[in-house]
Structures are given as C-alpha cells and as structure tokens.
C-alpha cells in the first residue's frame, strides 16, 4: 500500500487526512502508535512532529499543508459551494475537540449540525468512520 499516515493513537490531527483519502478512495495504511512509543519514533519524523503522510516513500508534513495537498487532488479546493477540504477538516477533528472541551461545539449552531450530517453522509467518508477504531476520540 502506497498510502501510509502516522499519527498518534487518536483521531485528531490526523482524521482530515483520513477523511480525505477516504474520500479519494485511496486505500491507506493507518499506522497508529502509543505515546510510549513516541520518544523513539520522534527522531525519525520531519522536524520530530506527527501527522506525516508518506506517499510511495515520499514524506509529506504537517497537517494542513497535507490537507490542501489531498484536497486539491480530490476537487475540494473551494471553487464551489460543494464540499471543501475545510468543511471535511472541521467535521474530522470535531470530536476530538468535543473531548477536548468537554462540551458539544455544536449546540445551538444547526448549520454546523448540518454541514457535520452532510459530511458524514459522503460513503467514503461514512465507510472510514465505520472502519476506524472507536476507542478513541
């Protein structure tokens, strides 16, 4: 498998990537780690931080420039009113923020609710969601 991200035990900043790939229908190797594990892997990351996104053995770094990157190559660059790779952005990292909160970032805001619906209706990103660990936020 060509298609490999490394991240984290935890969605995160790594869930737009799988979103989008998922999106892109781009089978991709989800390697996850313990944070055990980080202080060996760290020496071998670009500028020692997660995500990266290795492509045919091509390593790509940080997140949001990983993002623009998948999402030019899907069409979601914004020069509509469909999705964006903002719109798949927001709704991945959603929960983790929820967790992180403590608190429903949705509540009172049914655009948000809505684009959240829409986002997750999208098969490829419905399929990931059902695939993905959920022991995790």
């Known amino acids: 498998m060509p298609y490999k991200v490394t991240y984290f035990n935890i969605t995160a900043l790594a869930e737009p990537i799988r979103f989008l790939l998922s999106y892109l229908n781009i089978d991709f190797e989800d390697f996850r780690f313990e944070r055990e594990q980080w202080p060996a892997l ?15 053995g091509k390593v790509l770094n940080q997140s949001t420039a990983i993002t623009r990157y998948l999402s030019k190559k899907a069409g979601l ?20 923020l929820n967790f992180m909160a ?14 959240k619906e829409q986002v997750l209706a999208v098969p490829q990103i419905k399929a990931w969601v ?8």
């Open 130 to 137: 059902a695939k993905r660990p959920a022991d995790n936020p």
């Open 42 to 56: 760290k020496p071998t990351m670009p500028f020692g931080k997660v995500p990266v996104l290795e492509i045919d």
């Open 77 to 96: 660059a914004g020069s509509d009113d469909w999705l964006s790779w903002a719109d798949l952005f927001f709704v991945a990292i959603l929960d983790y």
């Open 102 to 115: 403590k608190i429903d970032l949705l509540e009172g805001r049914p655009k948000l609710k809505a684009l």
